[in-house]
């Protein structure tokens, strides 16, 4: 979820306008996967480079990250929402992930959608944790310890705001994911826009390496 900030300053307003109006892009997108029986979604909302930004712009964030994970709390019960969070989650605050546990519970017999939120991720991370708790294991097997652990790897990553890169967010999991790129600012991103991006995907011919018979 990518151009925020961009979004607002478009329109003379302080960057948090920009990610207030990108929580409407993630209710909209949510209800579109809900409609359209896709079972998983996965939202980069935070990653581990993003606590680099100027305090004042974090600590925003966190709070409406808490705020907005509060107040959807019945529309996941009412549209079958299995919420998670992914990262480094050590780096939240005590509140946060109180809330985060908590919905993660009351949530867990969400079976329409899995929502997941990666909060102070990033891949390199992903991989480096899952690697010392393999080798600690004694085991071979890196997957099982990445914090996807269960979730199918992505089929489709959207990636907003004319930004071509990964980021370093589903390294090891985008092995074989579809990209599309669209110039689309977050906040303006809603369910036209991620019907258009599945539209561009269902034409993709995915070969997974292989050759097509
Ligand atoms: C995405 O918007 C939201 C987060 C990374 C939290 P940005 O804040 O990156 O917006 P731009 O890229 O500055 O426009
Ligand atoms: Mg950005």
Same mark, same amino acid.
């Given at each position: $979820?990518?151009?925020?900030?961009?979004w607002?300053?478009?329109?003379?307003?302080?960057?948090?306008?920009?990610?207030?109006?990108?929580?409407?892009?993630?209710?909209?997108?949510?209800? %579109?996967?809900?409609?359209?029986?896709?079972?998983? /979604?996965? /939202? &980069?909302?935070?990653?581990?480079?993003?606590?680099?930004?100027?305090q004042?712009?974090?600590? %925003?964030? $966190?709070?409406? $990250?808490?705020?907005?994970m509060h107040?959807?709390?019945?529309t996941? /019960?009412?549209?079958?929402v299995?919420f998670?969070?992914? +990262?480094?989650?050590?780096?939240?605050? +005590?509140?946060?992930r109180?809330?985060?546990?908590?919905?993660?519970?009351?949530?867990a017999?969400?079976?329409?959608?899995? $929502?997941?939120?990666?909060m102070?991720?990033?891949?390199?991370? =992903?991989?480096?944790?899952?690697?010392?708790?393999?080798?600690? %294991?004694?085991?071979? =097997?890196?997957?099982? &310890?990445?914090?996807?652990?269960g979730?199918?790897?992505? =089929? /489709?990553?959207?990636?907003?705001?004319?930004?071509?890169?990964?980021?370093?967010?589903?390294?090891?999991?985008? %092995?074989?994911?579809e990209?599309?790129f669209?110039?689309?600012?977050?906040? =303006?991103f809603?369910?036209?826009?991620?019907r258009?991006a599945?539209?561009?995907y269902?034409?993709?011919?995915?070969?997974?390496?292989?050759?097509n018979?």
């Amino acid at each position: $979820m990518d151009g925020n900030g961009r979004w607002a300053k478009e329109r003379g307003k302080e960057r948090i306008y920009g990610h207030f109006e990108g929580v409407e892009s993630v209710r909209a997108v949510t209800e %579109a996967c809900v409609e359209l029986g896709i079972p998983y /979604l996965s /939202l &980069f909302a935070f990653s581990e480079e993003n606590w680099q930004r100027p305090q004042e712009e974090v600590e %925003a964030l $966190m709070g409406l $990250m808490l705020k907005s994970m509060h107040n959807e709390y019945p529309t996941f /019960l009412k549209n079958g929402v299995r919420f998670r969070v992914l +990262g480094n989650l050590e780096r939240l605050s +005590g509140t946060l992930r109180e809330e985060i546990a908590y919905l993660e519970k009351a949530t867990a017999g969400g079976d329409k959608l899995t $929502m997941i939120l990666f909060m102070s991720y990033s891949g390199k991370w =992903d991989i480096q944790q899952a690697a010392c708790k393999m080798a600690a %294991a004694g085991e071979s =097997d890196l997957e099982p &310890f990445l914090v996807t652990a269960g979730i199918p790897d992505p =089929d /489709l990553i959207i990636r907003t705001s004319g930004e071509k890169r990964i980021s370093n967010y589903l390294l090891w999991q985008a %092995a074989y994911s579809e990209f599309v790129f669209t110039d689309t600012l977050w906040p =303006d991103f809603r369910k036209e826009s991620f019907r258009a991006a599945l539209e561009e995907y269902s034409s993709r011919d995915r070969r997974f390496g292989k050759v097509n018979k």
